[in-house]
């Protein structure tokens, strides 16, 4: 039974393993998974983590990332991802769904869903994405406070906090920069560096802080996509591929979708889908009926 339904790695062994993966000198990385059966293939392929997208859920429930969800819908969702992976979850937790009260009851929240981890952004609210213009974000004085607040909260030390400054597209990435040394003094143990630009950009940002730095490979924004290896060696400590599994999906669902409609059965799909066989392989389907045959072992006698 060890490990079905659930994983058997502890909430409070993935969040070390997380911390140790962030000091180890390998790039930590992270995909998004759209769902618990995703988080399943991320670590069986051999990844370090798995990230909870906002911009993904929302987009899920056929909402725009603008901060419509709500803590408890997305604790819900991530602790459903949590429980089937043995590896660390990174949450995004836009701004905390508040005030800094709200950013740290969120944390305390997360923490008792298993996760290993979250962002909270220093955008204004409503946010949106950070690859999009016309963003806005706070005061540094104020996401200090929401950060301090997110810290203090937190019972168990291992949890990671990250802070994402979105500042480098609106006041340049000096002033980001800036930004990320207070909120690394206010207790960020990782820093999300949203939407630089180019190699130059990370490599400007890795030599100018001395925290381990997040980096957002998400596709058609404004970062080049750079390969692991590469800001591996530019001493980037942990990636994420937000989004990437749900245009992945939808890519292939819509196609899927047209084909159908069009040819009135989806015998040319078939080489494109997950078969049963494999489906069930890694839902390990087979220690299901093992599990079942070890509780229905007896045998009735006539009497009975
Ligand atoms: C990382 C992100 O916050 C997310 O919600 O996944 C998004 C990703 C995206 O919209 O591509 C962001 O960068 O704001
Ligand atoms: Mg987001």
Redesign the pocket.
Known sequence: MTGLIAATTSAADKRIAFRAGLTSGKIQRFP?AINPLTAKLVQEIGFEGVYV????FSAGLALP?IGLTTLTEVTAHSAQIARVTDLPVLV?ADTGFGEPMSAARTVTILEDAGIAGLHLEDQINPKR???LDGKAIVGTDEMVRRLRAAVSARRDPNFVICARTDAAGIEGIDAAIDRATAYAEAGADLIFT??LYTTADFEKFRAAVDVPLLA?M?EF?KSQLIPAQVLEKIGYNAV?Y??TTLRLAMGAIEKGLRVIHEEGTQETLLDEMQTRSRLYEVLEYERYNEFDSGIFNFTLDRRQ
């Open positions: 998004g997208s906002g911009g993904a990332d995004d994405c950070g690859h949203e939407a957002n998400t924004g994420i937000p989004v």
